[in-house]
């Protein structure tokens, strides 16, 4: 997984205390650095994204991977769209 590209697809609901300067961004790709369970939120999985140092953002050390999708599944979704409505470019 890491290495992979993911895209942003929520960016809502940022933590008050988490600065908005390394908050992420919807429609931004990112690639994912690292990756664990979140214990705090009940063992969900965060992913650390090689764009964004959070290393100074104790308590928040991850993003929620659930903010987000693999690259090449959008891309594949656009592809298979484009067939399904005979769009050419």
Known sequence: MIGKKVVCINDANRPTDFPASLWIKRSKTYT???FDKIHQMGG????QVEEIDLSGN???QYFLFSRFVFKDDVEDLIKELEEELNLTY
């Open 32 to 34: 994912i650095s690292a």
């Open 44 to 47: 969900e999985l965060g992913i």
């Open 58 to 60: 104790f308590p928040y």
